[in-house]
């Protein structure tokens, strides 16, 4: 059964930097799309960056753009969210997504709705 599984939280300073991976089981191709999202507490669920299948499209909301890099390698099944320059406002759980299967690639949004497969989530706490 095709299920993300992210890992890769904890604490950091502000200033700061993380690396959330997200392991994709169940899959053997790689006709899926990737997200973040993140849900801080008190808020609504953000969604914070996704990729296509190849990589070709990629997108940041405006509160990561510049200080969050996404990235995938297809070959293990794995997703990465490089965090910098972390600020208490990262505080959050951050979760893995993935809309399966996307057999013609197209570019990719951060709306929930799109996504059918969600990791469990991992927490990231900023604060010095």
């Known amino acids: 059964q095709f299920q993300p599984v992210e890992s890769g939280g904890g604490l950091a300073q502000p200033g700061g930097s993380l690396r959330l991976s997200c392991v994709f089981s169940?899959?053997?191709?790689?006709?899926?799309?990737i997200a973040w999202f993140r849900q801080a507490p008190g808020k609504e669920r953000e969604g914070l960056s996704c990729m296509s299948e190849s990589g070709r499209w990629a997108s940041y909301a405006d509160s990561v753009k510049g200080r969050f890099t996404i990235s995938r390698d297809n070959e293990k099944r794995m997703a990465y969210l490089q965090m910098d320059n972390l600020n208490a406002e990262d505080t959050g759980v951050y979760y893995c997504?993935?809309?399966?299967?996307?057999?013609?690639?197209?570019?990719?949004?951060?709306?929930?709705?799109?996504?059918?497969?969600w990791g469990q989530g991992t927490q990231v706490t900023v604060s010095s």
């Open positions: 997504a993935a809309e399966y299967p996307v057999y013609l690639e197209r570019e990719c949004g951060v709306d929930g709705h799109d996504y059918n497969y």
């Open positions: 169940g899959v053997f191709s790689e006709f899926y799309q």
